[in-house]
Nanobody
Framework: QVQLVESGGGLVQAGGSLRLSCAAS????????MGWFRQAPGKEREFVAA????????VYADSVKGRFTISRDNAKNTVYLEMNSLKPEDTAVYYC??????????????????WGQGTQVTVSS
Protein backbone atom coordinates (compact mmCIF):
# COMPACT_ATOMS: atom_id res chain seq x y z
CA GLN A 1 0.00 0.00 0.00
CA VAL A 2 1.40 3.35 -1.03
CA GLN A 3 1.58 5.97 1.70
CA LEU A 4 2.70 9.58 1.57
CA VAL A 5 3.12 11.56 4.77
CA GLU A 6 3.75 15.30 4.62
CA SER A 7 5.27 17.35 7.40
CA GLY A 8 6.80 20.77 7.98
CA GLY A 9 3.81 23.04 7.56
CA GLY A 10 2.97 25.81 9.98
CA LEU A 11 2.46 29.50 10.53
CA VAL A 12 5.09 31.91 9.23
CA GLN A 13 5.29 35.65 8.62
CA ALA A 14 5.48 37.05 5.11
CA GLY A 15 9.04 36.89 3.84
CA GLY A 16 9.79 33.83 5.93
CA SER A 17 10.69 30.27 4.95
CA LEU A 18 9.42 26.76 5.47
CA ARG A 19 10.60 23.34 4.34
CA LEU A 20 8.02 20.69 3.63
CA SER A 21 8.89 17.01 3.59
CA CYS A 22 7.00 14.07 2.13
CA ALA A 23 8.00 10.55 3.17
CA ALA A 24 6.90 7.82 0.77
CA SER A 25 6.46 4.09 1.25
CA UNK A 26 4.90 1.17 -0.59
CA UNK A 27 6.23 2.06 -4.05
CA UNK A 28 9.61 1.95 -5.72
CA UNK A 29 10.18 5.59 -4.92
CA UNK A 30 13.38 6.08 -6.90
CA UNK A 31 11.67 5.52 -10.25
CA UNK A 32 8.54 7.56 -9.57
CA UNK A 33 7.92 11.18 -10.51
CA MET A 34 6.81 13.30 -7.56
CA GLY A 35 4.93 16.56 -7.25
CA TRP A 36 3.59 19.18 -4.89
CA PHE A 37 0.16 20.76 -5.22
CA ARG A 38 -1.75 23.19 -3.03
CA GLN A 39 -5.32 24.17 -2.34
CA ALA A 40 -6.30 27.51 -0.87
CA PRO A 41 -9.69 28.06 0.78
CA GLY A 42 -12.43 28.33 -1.82
CA LYS A 43 -10.09 27.53 -4.70
CA GLU A 44 -9.25 24.53 -6.87
CA ARG A 45 -6.16 22.50 -6.13
CA GLU A 46 -3.26 23.78 -8.22
CA PHE A 47 0.15 22.58 -9.35
CA VAL A 48 3.17 23.94 -7.47
CA ALA A 49 6.25 21.93 -8.46
CA ALA A 50 7.29 18.56 -9.83
CA UNK A 51 10.48 16.56 -10.07
CA UNK A 52 11.51 13.61 -12.19
CA UNK A 53 12.63 10.21 -10.93
CA UNK A 54 16.27 11.04 -10.25
CA UNK A 55 15.98 14.71 -9.35
CA UNK A 56 17.70 15.85 -12.51
CA UNK A 57 14.77 17.85 -13.81
CA UNK A 58 12.12 19.99 -12.14
CA VAL A 59 9.27 22.29 -13.12
CA TYR A 60 7.54 25.09 -11.20
CA ALA A 61 4.36 27.08 -11.38
CA ASP A 62 5.02 30.67 -12.41
CA SER A 63 3.68 31.90 -9.07
CA VAL A 64 6.46 30.15 -7.11
CA LYS A 65 9.34 30.17 -9.59
CA GLY A 66 12.48 31.58 -8.03
CA ARG A 67 11.11 31.22 -4.48
CA PHE A 68 10.40 27.49 -4.12
CA THR A 69 12.74 24.56 -4.72
CA ILE A 70 11.72 20.93 -5.04
CA SER A 71 14.26 18.21 -4.35
CA ARG A 72 14.36 14.54 -3.48
CA ASP A 73 16.51 12.08 -1.57
CA ASN A 74 15.90 8.64 -3.04
CA ALA A 75 17.95 6.97 -0.31
CA LYS A 76 15.43 8.32 2.23
CA ASN A 77 12.32 7.95 0.01
CA THR A 78 11.59 11.62 0.66
CA VAL A 79 10.75 14.63 -1.45
CA TYR A 80 11.12 18.19 -0.18
CA LEU A 81 9.71 21.61 -0.97
CA GLU A 82 11.87 24.49 0.22
CA MET A 83 9.74 27.64 0.32
CA ASN A 84 11.38 31.05 0.66
CA SER A 85 10.10 34.63 0.50
CA LEU A 86 6.66 33.39 1.43
CA LYS A 87 3.65 35.56 0.68
CA PRO A 88 0.15 35.57 2.19
CA GLU A 89 -1.15 34.21 -1.12
CA ASP A 90 0.93 31.06 -0.55
CA THR A 91 -1.43 30.15 2.28
CA ALA A 92 -2.93 26.75 1.45
CA VAL A 93 -2.96 23.08 2.26
CA TYR A 94 0.02 21.55 0.49
CA TYR A 95 -0.16 18.01 -0.87
CA CYS A 96 2.55 15.75 -2.21
CA UNK A 97 1.72 13.17 -4.82
CA UNK A 98 3.37 10.26 -6.60
CA UNK A 99 2.88 9.08 -10.15
CA UNK A 100 3.48 5.66 -11.71
CA UNK A 101 7.09 4.91 -12.58
CA UNK A 102 8.45 6.79 -15.55
CA UNK A 103 11.18 9.13 -16.67
CA UNK A 104 9.14 12.24 -17.34
CA UNK A 105 7.81 15.03 -15.18
CA UNK A 106 4.13 15.15 -14.30
CA UNK A 107 2.43 18.53 -13.92
CA UNK A 108 -1.21 17.52 -14.29
CA UNK A 109 -3.17 16.42 -11.24
CA UNK A 110 -4.79 13.43 -12.96
CA UNK A 111 -1.39 11.96 -13.78
CA UNK A 112 -0.79 11.28 -10.07
CA UNK A 113 -2.36 8.24 -8.47
CA UNK A 114 -1.50 8.58 -4.77
CA TRP A 115 -1.71 11.63 -2.53
CA GLY A 116 -0.71 12.58 0.97
CA GLN A 117 -3.11 13.91 3.56
CA GLY A 118 -1.84 17.48 3.22
CA THR A 119 -0.09 19.93 5.50
CA GLN A 120 -1.31 23.45 6.26
CA VAL A 121 0.88 26.43 5.43
CA THR A 122 -0.30 29.80 6.70
CA VAL A 123 1.56 33.00 5.84
CA SER A 124 0.60 36.08 7.83
CA SER A 125 1.02 39.61 6.49
Amino acid sequence: QVQLVESGGGLVQAGGSLRLSCAASGRTFNISPMGWFRQAPGKEREFVAAINWNGGNSVYADSVKGRFTISRDNAKNTVYLEMNSLKPEDTAVYYCATAPAGRGIRTVEKEYDYWGQGTQVTVSS
